[in-house]
C-alpha cells in the first residue's frame, strides 16, 4: 500500500460517496419543473403539492453533495498535484466552467425556487427552478467532459511536461464527450425516477394518500418508458467507444484474452473468472460469436484481446470490471422490465385510485428498486476509473507518474478523517430522510393563484387576490 494506491483508494472513497447526491439531484430538479408547469398548466393544486414536497428531498441531497464535493477539488492539489500542474491547462479550466457556469447558475436561483413561493408570480418562480435544473445538468456536462477526455485525450499537444490546448473544441468534444455525457445524464434520470417511484409505492402501499402519489408514480412510469431504452441504446454506444479507443479496458470487462483471427467471430463470456497472473480465464461460460457483434455490431469484427498488451498496460482488479460492468447491465434491463410491467398494468386498467394497493408485489417490486439505481452507477464509475488504469490520462500520464509524493501516513491519515465525516453527513442524512417521509406531504397547502378569478382543480371560485398576496 504505497502512496499512489493509498491515494486512489482515498479519491475513491470520496468520490464513490459524493456521486450519490448529484445523481438525484439532476433527475429530482427536472422533476419538479415538470411538477410546477403542469400546476401552472391544469391548475391542479397537487401538482403545487409535489413540487413543494419533493423540493425538500431535493435540497437535502443538494446541501450534502456541496459538502462531499469540496474534498474532491482539493484533492487535485494535494494528492495529485503532478497531474494538475500537467494536465491543468485543459482539466482545471473545465473544472473551472463547472464552478462558475453551473453550480453558481444552480445556487444562484436556488434561494428563488426553495423562498420565492409567495414572493414571486408562479411563472417566474417556474424559471427560477428550471435555472436550477439547467444548472445541476450543466455541472453534470462539464464534469463528464473533464473525466471524459481524461479516457480519450484530444484537442491539443504534450510540450515541456505539460498538456497545450490548440482546439477547446476538439477538447471538450473529445471521443468519449458525448457518449459519456448522455449516458451519466441519463443513468441520473432513471436513479430520480426510481427512488421517486419506490417513495410513492410505499405511501401508496400504506394506503397513505394512494390518489395524491399515484400521479407521481404515473409522470415516473411515462418518463421511464423513454429514459430506461434510451439508457440501453447510449451504454451499447458507449461500450462501442471503449473497444475503439480502450481496447485494454474493452478486454478487461469482457474477461476477453486472445484476439480474434480475422474472419472469425469473438466469442463473449456470460460469467468467467478472469485471472491477469495466468492471463487466461480460469473458468468461463461463452456464448459463440457474441463479442465481436456487440463490440463493433459485426458478426466477424476484430476484437482485441489482453495477451495483445503488455501486462504492465492492462488494467488491475479483472474479476471487479468484469462483474462490475455485468451487474451495472443487468440492472440497466431490469429497471426496462420493471417499466413494461408498469405500463401493461396501466393498460389493464389496474391502477386506480380504488385499487392499486391491492397490487403488493409490484408496489413492493418498485420500493425494492430504490437502490439499484445508485448500484449501476457506482459500476459504471468503477468500470470507468478502474478500466482505465494503470493511465490517469489515457496514453499520455500513467497515475503513477501523476500522484504527490506524499508520506503514506499523511493519506492515511486524512482518509480516515474523511471516512468519519461521510458517515456522519450519511447518518445526518438518514436522520433528516426519514423526518421528510415520515412527516409527508401537506395536502392542505393552498397554492398561490396564478390569475386573479381562477378557481384551483376541485376547488369553489374565490374572489380575486393577487398572484403576490398571502392568502
Not at 149 to 165: L, N, Y
Not at 346 to 351: A, E, F, T, V, Y
Request: overall charge positive.
Amino acid at each position: 500500500m504505497n502512496t499512489v494506491m493509498l491515494s486512489r483508494f482515498q479519491f475513491a472513497l470520496t468520490a464513490m460517496f459524493h456521486i450519490l447526491w448529484p445523481v438525484l439531484t439532476i433527475g429530482l430538479s427536472l422533476f419538479l419543473v415538470l411538477n410546477e408547469a403542469l400546476w401552472i398548466k391544469t391548475r391542479d393544486p397537487d401538482y403545487y403539492r409535489h413540487a413543494r414536497f419533493w423540493a425538500k428531498l431535493f435540497i437535502l441531497n443538494f446541501g450534502i453533495g456541496v459538502a462531499t464535493g469540496v474534498p474532491l477539488e482539493f484533492e487535485f492539489g494535494t494528492n495529485w498535484a503532478p497531474f494538475s500542474r500537467a494536465m491543468g491547462n485543459f482539466f482545471g479550466n473545465i473544472l473551472g466552467f463547472e464552478g462558475a457556469m453551473a453550480f453558481m447558475l444552480e445556487a444562484g436561483f436556488l434561494g428563488i425556487m426553495l423562498f420565492g413561493w409567495r414572493r414571486v408570480a408562479p411563472k417566474i418562480h417556474l424559471f427560477a427552478t428550471s435555472m436550477v435544473a439547467l444548472g445541476a445538468s450543466l455541472s453534470a456536462f462539464w464534469i463528464m467532459v473533464a473525466n471524459s477526455w481524461m479516457q480519450s485525450p484530444a484537442g491539443g499537444v504534450m510540450r515541456d511536461g505539460r498538456f497545450i490546448v490548440t482546439s477547446y473544441t476538439r477538447a471538450i468534444f473529445n471521443p468519449y464527450a458525448l457518449w459519456s455525457v448522455g449516458h451519466m445524464w441519463f443513468a441520473c434520470l432513471e436513479t430520480s425516477l426510481l427512488v421517486i417511484g419506490a417513495i410513492s409505492a410505499y405511501y401508496i402501499r400504506r394506503g397513505e394518500a394512494s390518489s395524491f402519489f399515484l400521479k407521481s408514480l404515473k409522470l415516473v412510469i411515462i418518463a421511464g418508458l423513454v429514459v430506461a431504452p434510451m439508457q440501453i441504446f447510449l451504454g451499447d454506444g458507449s461500450g462501442r467507444v471503449i473497444f475503439q479507443y480502450q481496447p485494454t479496458k474493452g478486454a478487461a470487462i469482457e474477461g476477453h484474452w486472445k484476439t480474434n483471427p480475422p474472419g472469425s467471430a469473438a466469442a463473449w463470456a456470460l460469467v468467467a473468472w478472469p485471472s491477469a497472473q495466468k492471463q487466461k480465464n480460469l473458468w468461463a461460460i461463452k456464448i459463440p460469436g457474441v463479442l465481436s457483434l456487440l463490440a463493433t455490431h459485426r458478426l466477424t469484427g476484430r476484437v482485441l484481446g489482453l495477451r495483445a498488451f503488455p501486462r504492465r498496460d492492462q488494467p488491475p482488479a479483472l474479476p471487479l470490471l468484469f462483474y462490475a460492468f455485468r451487474l451495472m447491465v443487468a440492472i440497466g434491463f431490469y429497471i426496462f422490465g420493471l417499466m413494461l410491467w408498469s405500463i401493461w398494468l396501466w393498460w389493464r386498467n389496474k391502477l386506480r385510485p380504488e385499487s392499486i394497493s391491492q397490487n403488493r408485489l409490484w408496489l413492493g417490486t418498485w420500493m425494492s428498486a430504490l437502490p439499484l439505481g445508485y448500484l449501476a452507477v457506482e459500476c459504471g464509475w468503477i468500470v470507468r476509473e478502474v478500466g482505465r488504469q494503470p493511465w490517469i490520462v489515457q496514453g499520455i500520464m500513467r497515475t503513477a507518474q501523476g500522484a504527490s509524493r506524499l508520506n503514506p501516513g499523511v493519506v492515511v491519515f486524512s482518509s480516515i478523517g474523511y471516512l468519519i465525516l461521510y458517515a456522519i453527513l450519511f447518518v445526518t442524512f438518514v436522520l433528516f430522510f426519514r423526518r421528510i417521509i415520515h412527516q409527508g406531504p401537506d395536502l392542505t397547502l393552498v397554492p398561490p393563484h396564478l390569475a386573479p378569478d381562477t378557481p384551483l382543480v376541485g376547488e369553489p371560485p374565490r374572489e380575486a387576490q393577487h398572484p403576490l398576496d398571502e392568502p
